[in-house]
């Protein structure tokens, strides 16, 4: 009687180590993708800024483009 009791006893406690190994996995994926998330924002905002940078100089260029044939043609 003893032994089937013990054995679940082992076991019980087999299971309790895994759900507490998986939990602290999982708080370390939340965390990791928390950080994630952050990174990859502030790519987003990076990426936007440069767009707006790239656009700026295209414009400058049309102009500076636009004068010169204003003034080649005079």
Not at 43 to 61: C, G, K, T, V
């Amino acid at each position: 009687m003893l032994t089937p009791l013990k054995d679940l006893e082992q076991k019980l406690a087999q299971l309790i180590a895994h759900i507490s190994q998986i939990r602290a996995t999982n708080l370390s994926l939340r965390e990791t993708n928390a950080a994630l998330r952050t990174e990859n924002q502030q790519l987003l905002e990076h990426m936007a800024q440069a767009q707006n940078r790239i656009d700026l100089l295209l414009h400058s260029l049309e102009q500076h483009d636009e004068a010169s044939d204003t003034e080649g043609s005079k």
